[in-house]
């Protein structure tokens, strides 16, 4: 069941005069989940980042998952009706302002290419890159941390060189290592477990990411900028 | 103390999970049937989300090395202390040296072991349930093994704890959950996300019945039947999923997202089941038939609240009926 919000750019202020409004649908009935919409860019993630900081503040709201140009957002109650909290939702999507969340700068050292790195020949081959090319467009590059999900403490990454875009494998490799770097899609990310995984690995990292000890348990946090500085490069 | 002297694979330390922390990518856990747990401990006057033991496979044998009252909730069949059959939900005091003994159930799929004060495992993280996949929580971040030693919380106060009983949750809240139906568990769920990108499928998911195949833990359901396709192929993003969510792989056969869903996803939805009927899955068997029940968000808050209302007049009850016999004794 999704609910398009029926908002027409009339007149409001200048921020959202021209911004389309969200899709706004139930994944369950205390959890509602909001689409930006447009392209899986950094404008659209620092709109969902600003609207995860003014919903995670409401009273109503039990937790606020941010997503990939998406939020979760899960209520501490189920409501009677749930239009009033679409309307509230909607309203925080048109009148939010995009924020640039200041992340630190997080460097991991990668060990390119080696025992770990059992896709970069098919890399290069959908790339049509030597592996020294690849290796470097992706050490080279600056990522933001856009969400965390999936395993504990993985980030998703966002700033890869379309060149060296590769898609999921539709086979997923049984067991890669903990501490793989990997690419999916137009996104890239250090594996945070040892299992199943269908990104492809292009190289290794031995950095602790995840202490579930600690009072920050994650090291990546939203808004954080990653730089994978080479270690070695084993061709 | 108590320690396992048997066990099967993936029995675990759970409480009511762990929520809050999905935005780190750290999945809530918690006990597959959480309305067990909570009676389990309203009977003993525990806090409700004191930590148990989850049993999934049988036999599963422990033996107390001190005192302790507990109680057993959830699947029903044969539990014996010292080869002595007990009554279900219900208050037992095992002595030091007892052994109790849970056998493979005749209904349901899980058991509990709600122990007085609880079980004491550090808290990580806000709460003491087990999440396999992030190995940590619960005894060690792993399932229980034979021997292996669990703490027991100290008692708190010093009401005594007697034989006080509880009507298992299918007959005590029988007007809240609908019976089974021609052998087939009716699950109440709300359309979701991409339920209209269905088309005419998106009315067979409701009528046909579905089966929980094997290929189901506690991470998520996977159903089999006639499969279910969008329209047209669907790309999404990433998003945030909680347990309960039914997702629609491209080989048409949905998933249920349970305890130890992941914290992302990104196939299509088409329902969700609504929580107060989550329990009744936790305790749902492999090869169980299913069908959806459209639901409402005003059912799924009249469901949770009856519940809450339930566990609640145990809780003061029992808690009337230890005052009451503390006053005799």
């Known amino acids: 069941m999704t609910i398009q919000p029926s908002h027409h750019s009339s007149c409001r202020d200048d921020v959202s005069a021209f911004r389309k409004g969200a899709r706004i649908s139930?994944?369950?009935?205390?959890?509602?989940?909001?689409e930006a919409p447009g392209e899986f860019d950094l404008p659209?993630?620092?709109?969902?980042?600003?609207?995860?900081?003014?919903?995670?503040?409401?009273?109503?709201v039990a937790e606020v998952i941010p997503g990939m140009t998406n939020l979760l957002a899960i209520l501490k109650e189920t409501p009677e009706d749930p239009r009033l909290f679409v309307e509230r939702l909607e309203t925080a999507?048109?009148?939010?302002?995009?924020?640039?969340?200041?992340?630190?700068?997080?460097?991991?050292?990668?060990?390119?290419?080696?025992?770990?790195?059992?896709?970069?020949?098919?890399?290069?081959?959908?790339?049509?890159?030597?592996?020294?090319?690849?290796?470097?467009?992706?050490?080279?590059?600056?990522?933001?941390?856009?969400?965390l999900g999936s395993a504990p403490?993985?980030?998703?990454?966002?700033?890869?060189?379309?060149?060296?875009?590769?898609?999921?494998?539709?086979?997923?490799?049984?067991r890669m290592e903990r501490g793989c770097v990997t690419i999916g899609g137009m996104q890239t990310g250090v594996a945070m477990l040892t299992g199943p995984n269908g990104w492809n690995s292009i190289g290794h990292a031995d950095l602790q990411m995840f202490d579930p000890t600690s009072s920050t348990p994650a090291l990546m946090a939203p808004g954080d900028v990653v730089r994978f500085l080479p270690e070695r490069i084993e061709l | 103390m108590i320690e396992i002297v048997q066990s099967g694979p993936l029995n675990t330390v759970q409480d009511l999970g762990r929520p809050g922390y999905r935005a780190i990518g750290v999945s809530a856990s918690g006990a597959m049937d959480p309305l067990s747990v909570r009676l389990g401990n309203a009977l003993l006057g525990n806090e409700q989300g004191a930590a148990a033991i989850?049993?999934?496979?049988?036999?599963?044998?422990?033996?107390?090395?001190?005192?302790?009252?507990?109680?057993?909730?959830?699947?029903?069949?044969?539990?014996?202390?010292?080869?002595r059959a007990l009554i279900a939900w219900c208050i037992h005091r095992a002595a030091a040296g007892d052994v109790l003994e849970i056998r493979q159930p005749r209904q349901g799929s899980r058991a509990y072991i709600a122990v007085g004060n609880g079980v004491d495992v550090p808290v990580v993280m806000g709460s003491r349930s087990t999440t396999l996949r992030g190995g940590f929580g619960g005894h060690c971040g792993r399932p229980l093994a034979a021997g292996d030693t669990l703490s027991v919380m100290p008692a708190s106060d010093a009401l005594p704890?007697?034989?006080?009983?509880?009507?298992?949750?299918?007959?005590?809240?029988?007007?809240?959950?609908?019976?089974?139906?021609?052998?087939?568990?009716?699950?109440?769920?709300?359309?979701?996300?991409?339920?209209?990108?269905f088309g005419a499928d998106a009315d067979r998911f409701w009528t046909q019945p579905w089966r929980i195949s094997s290929q189901s833990d506690r991470t998520g359901y996977r159903l089999s039947g006639e499969p279910i396709k969008p329209e047209a192929p669907v790309e999404m993003r990433s998003h945030g999923v909680v347990p309960g969510v039914v997702q629609v792989p491209p080989s048409g056969e949905p998933i249920i997202q349970m305890s130890d869903a992941n914290t992302a996803g990104g196939?299509?939805?088409?329902?969700?089941?609504?929580?107060?009927?989550?329990?009744?899955?936790?305790?749902?068997?492999?090869?169980?038939?299913?069908?959806?029940?459209?639901?409402?968000?005003?059912?799924?808050?009249?469901?949770?609240?009856?519940?809450?209302?339930?566990?609640?007049?145990?809780?003061?009850?029992?808690?009337?009926?230890?005052?009451?016999?503390?006053?005799?004794?």
Not at chain 1, 26 to 34: K, P
């Open chain 2, 54 to 83: 989850e049993v999934q496979t049988f036999p599963f044998i422990v033996r107390f090395s001190v005192a302790a009252d507990f109680v057993v909730t959830g699947a029903e069949g044969d539990r014996l202390l010292n080869d």
């Open chain 1, 93 to 147: 999507w048109l009148e939010a302002r995009s924020v640039d969340l200041k992340g630190k700068i997080i460097e991991i050292p990668v060990v390119y290419g080696g025992e770990y790195a059992a896709d970069l020949a098919a890399l290069c081959e959908h790339s049509g890159l030597s592996d020294r090319e690849v290796v470097r467009r992706h050490h080279e590059a600056s990522y933001r941390v856009f969400a």
């Open chain 1, 44 to 60: 659209s993630q620092r709109l969902i980042w600003a609207v995860t900081g003014l919903v995670a503040a409401w009273d109503e």
């Open chain 1, 26 to 34: 139930f994944i369950g009935a205390r959890s509602f989940l909001l």
């Open chain 2, 161 to 197: 704890r007697r034989s006080i009983a509880v009507v298992e949750p299918a007959l005590g809240l029988k007007a809240v959950f609908p019976a089974m139906a021609n052998d087939t568990l009716l699950v109440r769920a709300v359309p979701a996300g991409e339920h209209e990108l």
């Open chain 1, 153 to 174: 403490g993985f980030g998703y990454l966002h700033g890869l060189d379309p060149s060296i875009y590769m898609p999921r494998k539709t086979v997923p490799s049984l």
């Open chain 2, 267 to 329: 196939y299509p939805k088409i329902a969700g089941v609504i929580e107060g009927d989550l329990w009744r899955l936790g305790q749902a068997r492999i090869g169980t038939k299913i069908q959806f029940v459209r639901s409402t968000h005003a059912e799924a808050r009249a469901v949770e609240q009856a519940v809450d209302r339930y566990v609640a007049d145990v809780s003061r009850t029992a808690e009337m009926i230890r005052r009451a016999l503390g006053v005799i004794a």
